[in-house]
């Protein structure tokens, strides 16, 4: 079961052979990193955060921060050795075998799935209450802003049809082809972090010591499976970076991947990570963040309906916690009404590319699994004219929807994070495997002290997870269930490893041309 290894040379040449043009720098690539991760955790699970965590938002920040780096700098040095497509799925197929990469591989797809779900459900935040609220005066119902489902949505809520719809439309984009050009993808970064700097610029002059006490009113750890606490929220807060490996896909368009790609992975969470404690303390320091209290001393639950019914009541109408455009919020509350509203139109403008490259990423890990013979061929199906791979464009699309439609942002980054944090600890194994296994293979970046990086992105990782909502850690392992049922009914049979296929010529993909938010298209001459 674990002797199905791709030889490294195998991807290498593949890859060479099917190389997209080389056209991505140092800058262009954080630019790239830094527009994945800024989007709705920090836009919209500011609120979900403190619930958690109260003040000690900061902390979960600075945790989920930390982990990341220690993770990316594992990413930096197997992404420079493998400069292929196909992430962290490719780099444990070329290290531990075809079973535990089509482990890493269907967990990736639920990440990027449920993330785009996630976002889709904090630009629903947005529109409702920046563009139709504010703006024109329209006050859409809760049984058409909300989901119904348990842990989620305020009471009354049926269906989240912003949600869905723009879910349903960047689908569609995505399925026809839209390029987005470099040009265009600094240029959303930009609306981004300024949105962000006249956030912090507008609200650090207005914190107040005294809205900091208590900093851990849930305590540091709130208890395995509760999800509050400084580390719960951090486990939570862990979507506000998820993105950031989304560079790493990007290395074979990337010049000098050996140096490149370390530096756009680590600069950009670098820049995140201050970034992001810096919005937290503007935003708890000028109006208070403090959870609202359950009658058990510990937070009510982010996004039930629980908390749903406290928000309702007027002494709590203005609380941070009770916002579902949160950093719009603060600063309507502090009088800049104004730029308030400009902040929810940058999240509005913005938030739609961070869906794009999300579903891409998805379709993207779909493509290379059925490459590899692990799915069918025919869910790869390239359009005739379109060139793009429609069919599982359209299953996920779909399914991205439907999670939109009718489950809680909170709940879906949990959900989100259990899958990539498997992801990222796999990325460390196959790290220390390849140390081990090819100490010769040329490596233009080490990964500092991998001894000890290593074993902490793992020990990160786990710590994490078993920090998570109960509800969430067990989705994980259910859907391991259900891919274990489709790889031993399916892909074990049609591996092309296991038929004695390491390279792979499928003339209908080579026409297809991804279309990354950031990336040139490939030279076609």
Request: proline share 6%; with cysteine.
């Amino acid at each position: 079961m674990f002797g199905r290894v791709k030889p490294l040379g195998a991807i290498l040449e593949t890859a060479e052979k099917k190389s997209l043009h080389r056209t991505l720098g140092a800058f262009q690539l954080m630019l790239f990193g830094i527009g994945c991760v800024i989007g709705t955790g920090i836009f919209v699970l500011t609120a979900a955060g403190a619930q958690k965590a109260g003040p000690g938002l900061m902390l979960a920040f600075t945790i989920a921060g930390a982990i990341c780096i220690v993770a990316a700098l594992c990413y930096a040095e197997i992404a420079a050795m493998v400069p292929v497509a196909g992430s962290a799925y490719t780099y444990t197929y070329a290290t531990m075998g075809e079973f535990l990469a089509w482990t890493v591989g269907w967990s990736l797809v639920l990440e990027y799935a449920v993330a785009a779900s996630a976002v889709s459900v904090g630009w629903s935040g947005y529109f409702s209450g920046t563009i139709l609220n504010e703006f024109l005066g329209i006050h859409l119902p809760a049984s058409l802003s909300a989901g119904p489902l348990a842990l989620g949505g305020a009471p009354g809520g049926v269906i989240n049809l912003p949600a869905l719809v723009i879910a349903l439309l960047v689908t569609w984009l995505l399925m026809i082809g839209t390029r987005e050009s470099a040009w265009f993808n600094a240029a959303l970064v930009a609306i981004k972090v300024t949105a962000l700097t006249a956030f912090v610029i507008l609200t650090l002059p207005e914190t107040e010591a005294a809205r900091f006490n208590p900093f851990l009113p849930a305590g540091v750890f709130g208890g395995l499976g509760t999800g509050v606490g400084a580390v719960g929220a951090a486990a939570t807060m862990f979507f506000a970076y998820v993105g950031f490996d989304a560079v790493s896909t990007a290395a074979e368009e990337t010049k000098n991947p050996q140096r490149n790609v370390p530096i756009g992975l680590v600069g950009s969470l670098l820049f995140c990570t201050v970034f992001y404690i810096l919005v937290s303390a503007g935003a708890i320091g000028s109006i208070g963040g403090q959870p609202i209290m359950g009658p058990n001393g510990v937070p009510f639950p982010a996004g039930s309906e629980e908390l749903a019914r406290q928000c309702a009541m007027p002494q709590y109408a203005q609380y941070l916690v009770c916002s579902d455009e949160a950093l719009a919020h603060v600063l309507r509350v502090l009088g800049h009404g104004t730029i308030g509203n400009m902040l929810g139109i940058a999240a509005f403008v913005a938030l739609p590319s961070v869906i794009l490259i999300l579903l891409f990423g998805q379709t993207r890990i779909f493509f290379v699994m059925a490459r590899d013979g692990l799915l069918p061929d025919r869910l790869a199906a390239v359009h005739p004219k379109w060139k793009t791979p429609y069919v599982v464009t359209v299953i996920t699309g779909s399914v991205v929807a439907v999670g939109a439609a009718f489950l809680p942002v909170g709940q879906l980054a949990d959900i989100s994070n259990a899958g990539t944090l498997y992801a990222f600890m796999m990325v460390a194994i196959a790290v220390m495997i390849l140390r081990r296994r090819s100490p010769d293979f040329p490596r233009n970046f080490r990964t500092p002290a991998l001894w000890l990086v290593g074993p902490a992105t793992i020990a990160g990782c786990i710590f994490l997870f078993v920090n998570l909502p109960t509800a969430a850690m067990i989705v994980l392992p259910t859907w391991a269930v259900i891919g274990f049922a489709v790889y031993f009914g399916y892909g074990r049979r049609h591996s092309h490893v296991g038929l004695g296929h390491f390279e792979v010529h499928e003339p209908e993909y080579a026409d297809i041309e991804p279309d990354i938010p950031g990336i040139a298209d490939r030279d076609r001459s």
